[in-house]
């Protein structure tokens, strides 16, 4: 599932800033990363299973590595965990009206946040 016109895909942010604003809302970078993409992830566990809120980027500027990076930021998504498969986006997929609604709040606490210093 898109979260689509979060605001959120429209903003470039340094990477350090991005990490401790995503962090603070459970979204964890961790291992996901290359040099140039970036990947923050929440999960939850519910009774109707293992969901990922992620929110992925790309460096415009800089390497992700040397944490020296400028990242512009992609639509957010919504996916459910299928073991051992991975995790699905589709539009078949159903996803908890309770879990949507507080997705949809953490990208409205991440979007205001990351305002602040966005470009």
Known sequence: ??????????????????????????????GQWDYDRVTYDRKFEMKEGVFYLRVQGYAVEGDVDTFKATIQLMTPLLGKHYYPHGVEYGEGENFPASLVTQCKKILDEVKNEISKFAE
Do not use: C, S
């Open 1 to 30: 599932m898109k979260f689509e016109n979060t605001g959120i895909e429209k903003f470039k942010a340094e990477i350090n800033r991005l990490d401790e604003v995503m962090h603070d809302h459970g979204l964890i970078r961790a």
